[in-house]
Structures are given as structure tokens and as C-alpha cells.
């Protein structure tokens, strides 16, 4: 018996893999997490915009189509998007009168 070969598509299968800079944002969480437990929330929000930070500048200067599970749209959205979320999380962590240091 013959077995027939599907038809050829245009579509582009990629295997799906964890990709280590996704693993470097979890690591990133827990240690905001960890600093927010210990040294103080204003702290652990800086690690969270710091990571936020360093994700924009990783998709800002990476190869295309991007790093997996990092790059979520076209690459200015994804800058833009990173940059203001990290900064508006600053904002918040330095303004906020809640946040006690």
C-alpha cells in the first residue's frame, strides 16, 4: 500500500521549541519577585521596568523575525510597547505614595 504525500502549502511549519530568552524572562519575574519580597516593592517594580527595558533593546537589535515568545508583533510595536510599559511602570514605582522603600 502507498502512502500518498500531502499537498504541498504555502503555510510555514516551525517546530515548536522554548526558546532561552523565555526562560531569561522567567527567570527575570522571580528575581523581581524575590526582590519584592525582600528588599521592597518600589525594588521589585524597577527590576520589572528594568527587564521591560532590556526586552525593548533585545527586539530593537535582534535578527529578524525575532526572538520566540519576545517578539509578539512587528518589531516598532513591540519596541514601542516594551519601552512604554517599562516606563510607565517606573513612573509609578518612584511616584506612587503607596510604595513604601
Do not use: Q
Not at 519575574?29 to 521591560?52: E, I, K, Q, W, Y
Not at 525593548?56 to 512604554?84: F, K, N, S, T, W
Not at 509609578?92 to 513604601?100: G, I, R
Amino acid at each position: 500500500m502507498r502512502v500518498r504525500a500531502p499537498p504541498p502549502t504555502d503555510e510555514i511549519v516551525v517546530p515548536h521549541r522554548t526558546s532561552a530568552a523565555v526562560w531569561l524572562v522567567v527567570v527575570a519575574v522571580v528575581a523581581a519577585t524575590v526582590t519584592f519580597a525582600v528588599v521592597g516593592p518600589r525594588a521589585g517594580c524597577s527590576v520589572v521596568a528594568g527587564v521591560l527595558f532590556a526586552l525593548a533593546i533585545a527586539r530593537a537589535v535582534g535578527p529578524e523575525p525575532g526572538l520566540p515568545g519576545v517578539a509578539v508583533r512587528g518589531r516598532v510595536i513591540d519596541v514601542v510597547g516594551y519601552l512604554l510599559l517599562g516606563a510607565a511602570i517606573a513612573v509609578l514605582a518612584f511616584t506612587s505614595p503607596s510604595l513604601v522603600a
